[in-house]
């Protein structure tokens, strides 16, 4: 597809970041062989008849498919582990050749800005103008100092990271890098190679920059080179400024999927009684939080549980999907796609798991689990828990793993996906035929 022609013929277009390798939600992405967006949420989808559950990915287009309309003749770029509900409606864009979606509100003080935990997040100025700027995980003095020629702030928020462009600038950026573009010689993102470089000061940029470990001579000769491309496109298509803000409401649902922690707490979130609970719930389309299950346990109210057989036990709190176990005994649990004789366990993250030992799995408090299915290599089993970061034990053989996560994600590199699914789905079929 000709991607410039056809935003010129008005179409609109998406594209979704895969978001990196999943590091920090390993081993999750792992067991779906590599596929980060291709997690599963608590949410069931017929495919060809039969019910599946939904991927992250899945639910970011389900969600994002709101701006179609608003965004013709533009090509947008969403994160492929995240979900947000704006509170501020889907405004169109157009004002801006670039546009960058945040949930602003006022200028906070300074107690405020440390209260919010603001300095965690890449964050987004608009000025009286309506021209946004990129700051990047910083104090309140230092946001401050970064935007003193910025003009008046009237409003700032965490950034969601997601982007809209124009034809004209598309075509401006791809001919401006096609030398890296064609030798594969350079690695840019948008916020600090783009954004940051056409909305601040050239001082600014390079401190932060440098804070970033950048060499301050290479962070001036990529300001210098994006200040001369701003100013011949600004020319060209009389603008004073590249970026803006489309507003997603400083009361905003944002679910991100991308941590393992994240993942937990946002999955168990819709087993509370409160108004952003009842709203994922609405959009994950569990108004009955218990569809297509045969329960012999026992279950609370507050617990989901979707297309399981379970003949007995307690379930309280948790989430289950697609179970199938003689006895279950958990609370404040997550179990997607799991097959074992028994489950007990609190504060579990179960996934892909198929067990077919007699004893099944009583497992310590906050374990986690996925199994991966490598052909030629069989199941292999990666064990962690909740408290433990992948990010940080990316290289490391945890206890009780014949891998560690690096060692997996390569292992996974040359699967053949449609035999890697085969052999999780015939190993679950053996371990339900042996259960029941």
């Given at each position: 597809?000709?991607?410039?022609?056809k935003?010129?013929e008005?179409?609109?277009?998406?594209?979704?970041?895969?978001?990196?390798k999943?590091?920090r939600?390993?081993?999750?992405?792992g067991?779906?062989?590599?596929?980060?967006?291709g997690?599963k949420?608590?949410?069931?989808?017929?495919?060809?008849?039969?019910?599946k559950?939904?991927t992250?990915?899945?639910?970011?287009?389900r969600?994002?498919n709101s701006?179609?309309?608003?965004?013709?003749?533009?090509?947008?770029?969403?994160?492929?582990?995240?979900?947000?509900?704006?509170s501020?409606?889907?405004?169109?864009?157009?004002?801006?050749?670039?546009?960058?979606?945040?949930?602003?509100?006022?200028?906070?003080?300074?107690?405020e800005w440390?209260?919010?935990?603001?300095e965690?997040?890449?964050?987004?100025a608009?000025n009286?103008?309506?021209?946004?700027?990129?700051?990047?995980?910083?104090?309140?003095?230092t946001?401050?100092?970064?935007?003193?020629?910025?003009?008046?702030?009237?409003?700032?928020?965490?950034?969601l990271?997601?982007?809209?462009?124009?034809?004209?600038?598309?075509?401006?950026?791809l001919?401006?890098?096609?030398?890296?573009?064609e030798?594969?010689?350079?690695?840019?993102?948008?916020d600090?190679?783009?954004?940051?470089?056409l909305?601040?000061?050239?001082?600014a940029?390079?401190s932060?920059?440098?804070?970033?470990?950048?060499?301050?001579?290479?962070?001036q000769?990529?300001?210098t080179?994006?200040?001369?491309?701003?100013?011949a496109?600004c020319?060209?298509?009389?603008?004073?400024?590249?970026?803006?803000?489309?507003?997603a409401?400083?009361?905003?649902?944002?679910?991100?999927?991308?941590?393992l922690?994240?993942?937990q707490?946002?999955?168990?979130?819709?087993?509370?009684?409160?108004p952003?609970?009842?709203?994922?719930?609405?959009?994950?389309?569990?108004k009955?939080?218990?569809?297509?299950?045969?329960l012999?346990?026992?279950?609370?109210?507050?617990?989901?549980?979707?297309?399981?057989?379970?003949?007995?036990?307690r379930?309280?709190?948790?989430?289950?999907?697609?179970?199938?176990?003689?006895?279950?005994?958990?609370?404040?649990?997550?179990l997607?796609?799991?097959?074992?004789?028994?489950?007990?366990?609190?504060?579990?993250?179960?996934?892909?798991?198929v067990?077919?030992s007699?004893?099944?799995?009583?497992?310590?408090?906050?374990?986690?689990?996925a199994?991966?299915?490598i052909?030629?290599?069989?199941?292999?089993?990666?064990?962690?828990?909740?408290?433990?970061?992948?990010?940080?034990?990316?290289?490391?053989?945890?206890?009780?793993?014949?891998?560690s996560?690096?060692?997996?994600?390569?292992a996974?590199?040359?699967?053949d996906?449609?035999?890697?699914q085969?052999?999780?789905?015939?190993?679950?079929?053996?371990?339900?035929a042996?259960?029941?």
């Amino acid at each position: 597809m000709d991607l410039d022609a056809k935003l010129k013929e008005g179409w609109s277009v998406a594209m979704f970041h895969t978001a990196g390798k999943g590091t920090r939600l390993a081993p999750l992405p792992g067991s779906e062989n590599n596929n980060k967006p291709g997690v599963k949420l608590p949410s069931l989808v017929q495919v060809d008849r039969e019910a599946k559950e939904l991927t992250i990915l899945e639910a970011v287009i389900r969600q994002t498919n709101s701006y179609a309309p608003h965004r013709k003749g533009r090509c947008s770029v969403f994160w492929g582990d995240q979900v947000f509900v704006p509170s501020a409606g889907t405004p169109a864009s157009g004002a801006h050749h670039a546009d960058i979606l945040a949930c602003l509100g006022p200028m906070p003080s300074e107690a405020e800005w440390a209260e919010r935990g603001l300095e965690k997040y890449g964050l987004i100025a608009v000025n009286k103008a309506g021209a946004a700027a990129q700051v990047e995980k910083v104090s309140h003095p230092t946001a401050a100092r970064l935007l003193k020629t910025f003009g008046e702030i009237a409003e700032v928020g965490p950034s969601l990271g997601s982007f809209s462009l124009s034809a004209e600038l598309l075509a401006a950026l791809l001919a401006e890098f096609a030398p890296e573009l064609e030798g594969k010689t350079a690695k840019l993102d948008s916020d600090p190679h783009f954004w940051m470089p056409l909305t601040l000061a050239g001082d600014a940029y390079s401190s932060v920059m440098e804070q970033k470990k950048m060499p301050k001579a290479e962070a001036q000769a990529h300001y210098t080179r994006m200040a001369a491309f701003k100013e011949a496109f600004c020319a060209k298509h009389k603008c004073d400024a590249v970026l803006g803000c489309i507003d997603a409401g400083g009361k905003c649902y944002w679910w991100d999927y991308g941590l393992l922690k994240l993942y937990q707490k946002n999955n168990l979130l819709t087993t509370v009684d409160s108004p952003e609970a009842e709203a994922l719930r609405t959009f994950l389309g569990l108004k009955d939080r218990a569809q297509g299950s045969m329960l012999g346990a026992e279950c609370d109210t507050h617990s989901v549980v979707l297309a399981s057989d379970v003949k007995a036990g307690r379930v309280s709190k948790s989430v289950l999907s697609s179970v199938t176990s003689s006895k279950v005994d958990v609370e404040g649990s997550i179990l997607v796609n799991v097959s074992a004789r028994r489950v007990v366990g609190k504060g579990l993250v179960l996934y892909n798991v198929v067990e077919d030992s007699e004893d099944g799995l009583d497992l310590p408090d906050g374990s986690v689990r996925a199994d991966i299915f490598i052909p030629g290599t069989g199941k292999v089993v990666m064990s962690s828990t909740t408290g433990t970061d992948g990010g940080q034990a990316w290289k490391v053989r945890l206890e009780g793993n014949d891998m560690s996560f690096e060692e997996a994600y390569k292992a996974n590199g040359a699967v053949d996906l449609l035999a890697a699914q085969k052999m999780l789905s015939e190993a679950r079929a053996a371990a339900l035929a042996s259960i029941k």
